[in-house]
């Protein structure tokens, strides 16, 4: 029997099935259904949620002194496929019989509501957009959080776990040289770190996502020759993602099955699964449609939004 229902006859079986990132209130509800069985009190649920409302209300533009998400990869979808991945990987640690203190549960999974906070300007910063920060935002989001938890009487050892959690989703960060709170900080900070990878890299509009990762890219003044270039350089990324999951973060993502035959009656990691078929499609189109890819990304008629 699996602890969650779900539509099986819906083919093929992918995380969108799961939980549909346009609908948030169906995800707010996933979260909360993956912290009950990660075995977080009700009293911690409900302050994670307060928190994924009060983050959702300042990427839609009502958090007082803030303005509106205008990064449309680094979005509130976005947040949303990282918080269900930290969760759905710890789930899976804890079922392949690790034990972890149940306030880092906790504190994981607010980590990854705050991990990309950074973008959102404030009121009156003159910037024209969020992704004038790409290089810095995960600084910022530590900020963010530090002044969001400070105000609200977290305690100084729970914001420090937090922002070390978020720092390492920061692909410049050595992980070496970070001197951790604890160990079990530590791998909380890879289940983070890991969930900002295959969150994104499995997401079904990943694809077509990424042409607006490319124009984040412009603002934030990385370069890239073309969007073109970002696609054909995504395939060589992909690939050096997957080592850095098994090597610097500890494969803390290699149970993620257990995740889904427990709780979905589901006998393959949708992560992997969803990794697998975007690298596999943008090779086809590269390979045979090259300078053609827009006419091929037509999920969620992003094309259209550009």
């Known amino acids: 029997m699996s602890d969650f229902t779900i539509n099986k006859s819906a083919f093929p079986m992918q995380l969108a099935r799961l939980a549909d990132t346009r609908n948030i209130a169906e995800c707010r509800d996933v979260f909360f259904r993956l912290m009950q069985v990660t075995d977080i009190d009700e009293e911690h649920i409900q302050k994670a949620l307060t928190i994924f409302d009060d983050v959702r209300a300042l990427y839609e533009g009502k958090y007082e002194g803030y303005k509106a998400c205008d990064t449309e990869y680094h979005d509130f979808r976005h947040v949303i496929d990282v918080t269900l991945a930290s969760l759905r990987i710890t789930d899976s640690l804890m079922l392949n019989g690790e034990k972890f203190n149940k306030n880092n549960v906790f504190l994981v999974g607010i980590a990854a509501v705050f991990h990309d906070t950074g973008y959102i300007p404030e009121i009156d910063d003159p910037v024209a957009n969020g992704a004038v920060y790409t290089s810095t935002h995960v600084r910022r989001s530590m900020v963010f959080a530090e002044k969001y938890m400070s105000e ?155």
């Open 152 to 306: 609200r009487g977290y305690s100084v050892d729970d914001i420090e776990k937090t922002k070390q959690m978020i720092l390492i989703t920061d692909l410049s960060v050595k992980i070496k040289e970070v001197t951790f709170i604890d160990a079990e900080t530590e791998r909380f900070a890879k289940i983070l770190a890991s969930a900002d990878l295959i969150g994104q890299m499995a997401d079904r509009i990943y694809l077509e996502k990424l042409l607006f990762l490319y124009r984040e890219f412009e603002i934030g003044q990385i370069p890239y020759a073309s969007e073109a270039d970002l696609l054909n350089k995504t395939i060589g990324f992909c690939k050096i993602m997957d080592n850095r999951l098994e090597h610097d973060l500890d494969g803390v993502n290699k149970h993620l099955l257990l995740h889904f035959k427990k709780r979905y009656d589901i006998d393959e990691d949708l992560y992997r699964k969803g990794m697998d078929s975007n690298l596999k499609y943008l090779t086809k189109i590269l390979e045979e449609h090259p300078g053609h890819h827009r006419e091929f990304l037509r999920r969620d008629k992003i094309v259209g939004k550009l």
